[in-house]
């Protein structure tokens, strides 16, 4: 049921003041009976005083009744005056949910002692005034029905919308049985009057009180209202005197406060019930370990997941003093005075505590210990949650070695090692002992990487990593700071010749050798080394100088150690500005191209030619490729400087074709950076596109360990070059670790061998054979040979004989500028020189 709406109350309040009209003995304005008031009461709580208007044509309306159902209109005004201070008094009381038993004493002291005492007083002046019947009952008469409806009507509605979803048919039975059983005792007592049996009205009460707690509130609520009915009916009131209704009105009144409050106190009751049995379903079956420890600080109660957690048994833990409070010596929780200090400051403590479960292993735990007061404030309880913190623990532990090792080899990483190598500095200077921080970097690790891949690599570097932690003593420290660079700290070093001996086993432990994937590798190591305090006094310094030796050390050679010199320094100065000098080098236009052409062997004719990068830099002059494109490389800038290279190229070489000169190959070199997939396929096409240049007369020039370092997404890229109509060379042939079998399956169509071969041809045996077997081969691998390097005419005898079909170097040509490359091919062209004569155009 919906509430009343806004006219269905004052249609009640039409209803119930014609029922207490009708309940009138003739003659008088009032009775016991005045439930119109309470209904009013009731109207104004719910909508508000907004419905006095409603209310106010209600009672117009029964003026239009014939004369013995108009109630009076001044009484009823009084009413309703009376009836609107009340509300204004209860309206906060009335919106709680719950009420406590001070909430129904304030409805007791604003119905009778605002509201009834108000009417009272209205209704003796407008009697007195007006002449209306009016003895020593009537008073009392009318208090005491005002203050009863008041109490009957506002209490009931509340408790039935709050009830309803709760009443059970057996409910419903058992308020009937009651309140007729009740209605028949007070029919015939109050009914068949004698003085005697009114002592029998006592009897109701047990009865009412049982209702009102077994039953609850509505049940009290109507059990009080059929009374008061049989009390106002023209039987009873033609019997009883006006003075003993009152005092069976005033029975009444205690009857129905007594229930009312019972009824609240059942209420609490069962809610309290509710809510301890939501509290105890939550202590069974929490993941937390939960219990209760009592003021003197023994176990009260536990769950089963404090017996999970802990091993003990509700049994063995309920009685015994629990650990938490535990001050003897041996406790191994350093904060827990803290504990127990803030726990009786502010009664509440959390945190991390160590405990000890019944298998005597201890564990962390996350405890929150709560102190419990009762309703006058003293303590009697603690409740502790805890949680077995040991997994939260070990992640957090794991978190934190990830953060500082390598994952790879378990050594320190950067963040490590720098905290680790900070405190061994802080040790020595305190201490005042010396130290050697080692640089190791492995020689030649990148070529096995590129060519082996990347797989074989990072078992090489896990091993690396273990033959460096069985040469050097437990608490030396170890890190790999990325890629093959590995530090050392030597602590309490004072000679020099303390960290050369470590160095030196370091470095015969590296170049024993290494079994991967059934093949042996070889590889050194190069060793730069730092002495504190004599280097650098802090971290950064010595880490510095000792990269710097460690580069001396692979200048020299490699396998080898070196200690910083003071010297260092000023040549990677130099370094450093060269560095920044290339970031601005193709913006400031310091770039030019070259061109070193290339003779076909039989036929004395150009068959090509090479482009080589030159910079020259405004202070420094000519810098060579050699120095700087491994320097473009480290810093990316080589992508930007191999597509400057790409597009000038071919647009120089375009301005040619333009001028009606005969071009030939024009190869172009390629940086390891610059054959990404995706990136490359597209300059090329672009570079074509805009140039016009056609792609049958580029060539690419790739090294081996390019190729090799990712063979499967290397030949996608070539073979999309293919595509295009673009010729691919190998560079360097010989230098790295491919064989020419491995070639067999790329698209590639030329061959270049390097120089190193070359320089001992025909001298040199071993060469000159190895020159031979190259060339054979990459004939039946159906590749075209060129010679690199080529000085002497001896060299380019045995080549030819070799069935090389061309040659590049000195012998032939020096590399040239545009303007005497276009002079060089205009004059071939114009004497259709013999292959003799051509043979040093360079003269
Ligand atoms: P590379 O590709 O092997 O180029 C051949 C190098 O050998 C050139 O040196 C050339 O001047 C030199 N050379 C030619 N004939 C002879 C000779 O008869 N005797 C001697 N001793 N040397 C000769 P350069 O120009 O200094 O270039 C060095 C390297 O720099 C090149 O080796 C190439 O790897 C790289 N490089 C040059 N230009 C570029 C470029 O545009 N892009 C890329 N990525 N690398 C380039
Ligand atoms: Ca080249
Ligand atoms: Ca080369």
Redesign the pocket.
């Known amino acids: 049921m919906k509430r009343l709406s806004a006219l269905a109350w004052p249609l009640c309040y039409l209803g119930a003041a014609l029922l207490d009209q009708t309940m009138l003995v003739a003659g008088q304005s009032y009775g016991p009976l005045n439930l119109s008031v309470g209904i009013a009461l009731l109207a104004m709580l719910e909508k508000g005083f907004g419905v006095i208007p409603w209310l106010g044509v209600a009672v117009l309306a029964a003026q239009l009744l014939p004369a013995a159902l108009q109630p009076n209109l001044l009484l009823v005004l009084a009413e309703l005056a009376s009836v609107a201070a009340i509300t204004v008094a209860l309206r906060p009381v009335y919106q709680k949910s719950v009420w406590a038993v001070s909430d129904a004493l304030q409805l007791l002291l604003c119905s009778g002692g605002i509201g009834a005492t108000l009417f009272w007083l209205l209704h003796t002046l407008l009697a007195t005034s007006l002449g209306w019947h009016w003895d020593a009952h009537s008073a009392p008469m009318s208090w005491l029905a005002f203050t009863l409806s008041c109490l009957l009507c506002v209490t009931g509605y509340r408790s039935f919308i709050l009830d309803r979803k709760l009443l059970r048919a057996n409910w419903l039975i058992e308020t009937t049985t009651v309140v007729t059983i009740t209605a028949s005792g007070a029919m015939l007592m109050l009914g068949n009057f004698d003085v005697a049996s009114l002592q029998f009205t006592y009897l109701c009460f047990p009865l009412m009180v049982w209702a009102a707690l077994r039953l609850g509130q509505i049940s009290n609520s109507l059990l009080i209202t059929v009374i008061l009915l049989i009390l106002a009916s023209a039987p009873v009131r033609a019997v009883m005197s006006d003075g003993l209704v009152v005092a069976q009105q005033f029975l009444l009144l205690i009857a129905l406060q007594t229930g009312i409050w019972l009824a609240v106190v059942r209420r609490e009751n069962a809610l309290a019930m509710a809510e301890a049995k939501v509290a105890k379903q939550v202590f069974q079956h929490a993941s937390e370990g939960i219990m209760m420890i009592s003021a003197d600080h023994r176990l009260l109660a536990v769950n089963p997941a404090f017996t999970r957690i802990t091993g003990y048994s509700e049994g063995e833990a309920v009685g015994r003093p629990s650990r938490i409070f535990d001050t003897r010596p041996g406790n191994p929780n350093l904060y827990q005075s803290m504990l127990l200090e803030q726990l009786s400051a502010h009664g509440h403590w959390e945190g991390e505590m160590l405990d000890k479960r019944k298998s005597g292993e201890l564990y962390p735990a996350w405890l929150s210990i709560s102190a419990v007061h009762d309703h006058e404030g003293r303590l009697s309880r603690y409740v502790g949650v805890f949680s077995d913190y040991t997994s939260r623990k070990q992640a957090e532990q794991r978190a934190t070695f990830l953060a500082t090792h390598d994952s790879l080899t378990g050594l320190y990483n950067r963040n490590g090692f720098h905290e680790a190598l900070s405190q061994a500095l802080t040790r020595a200077s305190t201490k005042r002992r010396g130290l050697a921080l080692l640089f190791i970097d492995l020689d030649r690790f990148k070529s096995i990487n590129d060519t082996l891949g990347h797989d074989v690599g990072d078992q090489l570097l896990r091993i690396v990593a273990q033959r460096l932690r069985q040469h050097l003593k437990q608490d030396d420290i170890i890190a790999r700071l990325g890629g093959d660079e590995f530090t050392v700290v030597l602590e309490n070093i004072h000679q020099v010749n303390q960290a050369a001996q470590v160095a030196e086993r370091i470095l015969q432990a590296l170049a024993e050798s290494y079994h991967l994937h059934g093949q042996e590798l070889f590889v050194t190591g190069s060793i730069g080394i730092s002495m504190y305090p004599n280097d650098g006094s802090h971290a950064m310094q010595l880490m510095r100088n000792a990269d710097l030796a460690m580069y001396r050390a692979k200048d020299l050679g490699k396998n080898a150690l070196q200690f910083y010199a003071q010297e260092m320094n000023r040549e990677s100065s130099q370094q450093f500005s060269l560095q920044s000098a290339l970031r601005f080098a193709l913006e400031r236009q310091q770039f030019s191209l070259v061109f070193?052409p290339q003779m076909n062997l039989a036929t004395g004719q150009l068959s090509g030619m090479?482009?080589?990068?030159r910079w020259q830099h405004p202070e420094l002059g000519w810098i060579?490729?050699?120095e700087f494109?491994p320097l473009a490389e480290e810093t990316g800038m080589?992508i930007p400087i191999?597509h400057w290279?790409l597009r000038q190229a071919c647009l120089t070489a375009e301005s040619w074709r333009q001028a009606g000169i005969m071009v030939p190959k024009m190869a172009?070199?390629?940086?390891v950076r610059q054959f990404k997939p995706g990136v490359l396929v597209d300059q090329v096409a672009t570079v074509l596109a805009d140039t016009g240049f056609p792609p049958y007369l580029l060539e690419l020039?790739v090294t081996e360990s390019l190729i090799m370092r990712r063979l499967n997404e290397a030949v996608q890229i070539m073979d999309a070059l293919k595509m295009m109509g673009v010729s691919l060379a190998i560079?360097?042939f010989g230098t790295g670790y491919s064989s020419l079998s491995q070639l067999k399956n790329l698209p590639l169509d030329i061959l270049k061998i390097d120089?190193s071969f070359v320089e001992g041809i025909p001298a040199d045996q071993d060469d000159t054979a190895i020159a031979q077997t190259i060339i054979a081969m990459a004939k039946k691998l159906g590749l075209s040979v060129v010679a690199?390097?080529?000085?002497t005419v001896a060299q380019m005898q045995a080549l030819r004989e070799a069935g090389c079909d061309s040659m590049?170097?000195?012998?032939y040509s020096r590399?040239l500028t545009a303007v005497q490359m276009e002079n060089l091919m205009r004059r071939l062209q114009g004497m259709h020189l013999r292959a003799e004569e051509v043979e040093s155009v360079q003269g």
Request: proline share 7%.
């Open positions: 070193q090479e482009c080589l990068l060579s490729p050699a494109i080589i191999g290279v172009v070199n390629l940086s020039e560079d360097d120089r690199e390097g080529v000085e590049q170097g000195y012998y590399p």
